[in-house]
């Protein structure tokens, strides 16, 4: 089995984090907002927020709450913290299996003290994942109906001095609804439509693919020759990759050291750091001493494993970019948006870009009307338009084929 450093290393090329300068640069100050702060980490049991706990614990904050409804995710996270040579140290760190945007979750803030930070990690984050449009209703409902609520609670509860949200870099000029979601999301925290009289501190992070965190292309690797099953890659496609010790580092700078209404991207160069997702399946099976074997057609594929196993080779199935949705380039900023110094050495800021006036809470008003009446009869197409009213440059592609159409 390949550690943690070694699979990180095989997507980034990177033998350590490019953000060790970021962090160290700004290691006083963190110590002391962290130091005797209550934090809020909500979806905190998935891959990023995970690390990002992790990133954040090695400040000594007062008390870490984690919100998920992954309870087996919740155990896991305890399980690992607690096991690590320095273990966990912190004297209030609570998990709770609770949807955050449920009555539930408001009951957990009355019960609790006010929090100094809340960083919101709970996403629907494939593009897999908009296929019909009870799918796409759960996407928004998860991706921008309930943070718009949990803004609200907070606006009669009390403010946290930081509320920081997750994004992605498919939100820049996206072509896909997931992407329009986390933009429109953006939005929603950044202009102030879903709770005018919230005073925070608003801030996000756009950044690559996390290199082999749950649910990846990247993780599919291991679970599929972990089951013997042949992998899958699209053809001539590259993309970015950090690591997802990086992207926690990301997170909490972006959370604790970043402007009021910014959003931090990580300063890649193309020429060396995209990466071609064939030759990163290739160097996986290399890893495990074993040969890839290109095949083309998915029935061979996935009856050829045995065969290929006793001449120490693997399958590999090439298959064409040519699902709903799915972008041939990566990019952090879109049209419009300026990229600007932000004092790290490896991170720059976008300042905020705002909408239509009115656009966000229209959206917001729809999305609430649909999940009272489920009578109401809506298409993809009508969600694609109603999106795309304050989620202007959404140039939604349509091939009608999907993710679940392939291995």
């Keep these: 089995m390949l550690l943690d450093d070694q699979l990180a290393m095989l997507a980034t090329g990177r033998s350590q984090s490019l953000f060790t300068s970021d962090l160290a640069m700004h290691g006083q100050r963190l110590a002391a907002q962290i130091r005797d702060a209550r934090t809020l980490v909500i979806g905190g049991a998935g891959s990023v927020g995970s690390a990002t706990i992790s990133s954040l614990l090695r400040f000594e904050p007062a008390a870490v709450h984690v919100v998920d409804q992954n309870e087996n995710g919740l155990a896991e996270l305890i399980r690992h913290l607690r096991s690590r040579p320095e273990g966990l140290s912190t004297r ?19 019960e609790q003290r006010p929090y100094d930070y809340v960083l919101n990690f709970a996403a629907i984050k494939h593009v897999r994942s908009e296929k019909d449009s009870s799918s796409i209703l759960q996407m928004l409902d998860t991706n921008v109906l309930k943070p718009a609520r949990l803004l609200r609670s907070f606006a009669i509860r009390g403010c946290p001095r930081n509320y ?24 929603v925290v950044f202009s102030g439509e879903a709770a005018p009289d919230l005073r925070t501190c608003f801030t996000s992070a756009r950044f690559a693919n996390v290199a082999f965190s749950d649910g990846s292309l990247l ?7 972990m089951r013997r099953q042949p992998l899958a890659v699209p053809r001539n496609t ?21 402007d009021h ?31 890839p074997c290109e095949y083309e057609d998915e029935q061979a594929a996935r009856v050829s494993v045995a065969k290929e196993l006793a001449r120490g080779r693997y399958p590999m199935l090439l298959t064409p970019l040519d699902t709903s949705g799915e ?4 990019e952090f900023a879109a049209e419009g948006e300026v990229v ?30 649909l999940a009272a009446d489920t009578s109401i009869a809506i298409t993809k197409a009508d969600i694609v338009r109603l999106v795309a009213t304050a989620v202007t440059n959404l140039q939604h592609i349509e091939t009608g084929k999907t993710l679940d159409g392939r291995m």
Aim: proline share 7%; aromatic share 8%; hydrophobic share 40%.
């Design 340 to 369: 600007a110094e932000a004092g790290f050495p490896h991170l720059r800021a976008i300042p905020y870009l705002p909408t239509s006036p009115g656009a966000v809470r229209h959206i917001l008003q729809e999305l609430e009307r």
């Design 261 to 291: 209404g910014h959003t931090l991207i990580p300063q890649l160069d193309p020429s060396t750091d995209l990466k071609e997702l064939a030759t990163v399946a290739q160097g996986f099976l290399e890893c495990h001493k074993l040969e």
């Design 92 to 110: 209030d760190f609570q998990t709770f299996p609770v949807d955050f945007g449920s009555p539930w979750m408001d009951r957990l803030l009355d």
């Design 238 to 258: 590259r993309r970015y990759f950090v690591s997802m010790e990086e992207a926690g580092q990301i997170c909490l700078l972006a959370a604790l050291a970043a």
């Design 327 to 330: 972008k041939p380039y990566e």
């Design 219 to 225: 993780h599919g690797f291991q679970q599929r020759l």
């Design 164 to 187: 920081f949200c997750v994004s992605t870099d498919k939100a820049a000029n996206p072509v896909n609804l997931m992407g329009a979601s986390k933009r429109l999301m953006e939005h």
